[in-house]
């Protein structure tokens, strides 16, 4: 079957127009601050599954052919150059992370105009920044409708125990979706999202029938003075002094937390100089909205000849959202989550040479024509409860949905 759009008809030489959905102007994570309001978009590349071919590789060839080349990371940056290109929006879901290292594609994306990989090129504008987009028409959200029951999502967390048990995995990340009907501009919601405190990834990018609201604290890579860096993010409490005091003190917390960071370790070495990596941080207790997370540093030397493709092909999907080893655990979450991740559990940020900065898709949300979509979820041990895994991806999502909030 036909993707919505192939790669060979998509516009390699214009911007691809918004068709149903209101413009959000150039807000993408990562996107220099003294930039935004004098960029405009110059091309835009867009992969569906479908279209076949690596997506890493031809998102990499399609931003050297538009000035931007990324086939040397080590290289440092040039000058900026304010009349030029400026950089990029780099969109990856998590079905084409999990493809590029061939990993089952799992459910549908419940968002189908959605594409699994977008590259938008922007330019500085010759001359005064066009006007903002006029005020939306009221916004209307309904009722949320659940991807899967408590009931059905404990299950799946008995079922990913009994994996481990059996030593299929060490750890499988469970995520739920759901989602509600809405009327009006998404504009203004997906920006209450992309606010929320502690959102370091906090921004918007937007597409023909389409548009992603992220407010993620957690980078999957930013490279920055030659050394790539990572920051995984496992485990959760309330943010109250007893739920700060409860997530240090948690061996369960801990030791899935370390878990994650030997993989992230891992990953790094595959794209790193040899002996590099290091940890520069371990278990830092962070706060995003009304939670306190685990947060750890890890980073790299950049390889001689390391390109942004390889970089996608180590890195992605992120090991705090798949599980370890990362391969076994995607298996287990393609025949065991009932809807697709979407926009979740992938990457956003911002690319230029000499620069890389993208967030993981968590704390995120995406709209279609008439409906908002919503993820959240956790990752199962052998020692997790699954009923506290319910309470957990539930207490992530709130902030989530209360920004979407109607009215």
Known sequence: MDSPKSTERMRDDGPDGVETLPGLGVDTPGAPAGCRRTLVERARWQWWPADGGDPAARAEEFLAAHGLPLHE????????????????ALYVSAAAGAALVGAPAGAANPVPALPEVAVV????????????????????????????????????????????????????????????????????????????????????????????????????????????????????RPATAVGRAELLASAKERAEHVMIVDLERNDLARVARTGSVRVDELFAVRRWCDLWQAESTVSAAVADGLGLADLLRALCPGGSVTGAPKRAALEHVAALEPVGRGASMGALGWVAPGRVDLGLTIRTAAVDADRVHVWAGGGITWGSDPEAEVAEAAAKAAPVRAALAGG
């Open 121 to 236: 090129v922007y330019g500085h504008a010759p001359a005064a920044p066009r006007p903002g987009a006029a005020p939306g028409t009221h916004w209307w959200r309904g009722d949320w409708t659940e991807s899967w029951t408590p009931r059905q999502h404990a299950d799946a967390v008995t079922a990913v125990r009994a994996a481990i048990g059996r030593g299929d995995v060490y750890q499988v990340n469970l995520v739920g979706h759901a989602a509600a009907r809405y009327t009006g501009d998404p504009l203004p919601a997906l920006r209450r999202l992309a606010a929320l405190p502690g959102a370091r990834y906090g921004g918007t990018l937007a597409g023909a029938g389409w548009a992603i609201g992220c407010a993620s604290p957690e980078t999957l890579v930013e490279l920055a003075d030659g050394r790539l860096i990572t920051r995984p993010i496992k485990g959760t």
């Open 73 to 88: 990371l080590a290289r440092p940056a040039g000058r900026h150059d304010p009349g030029g290109v400026c950089g990029a």
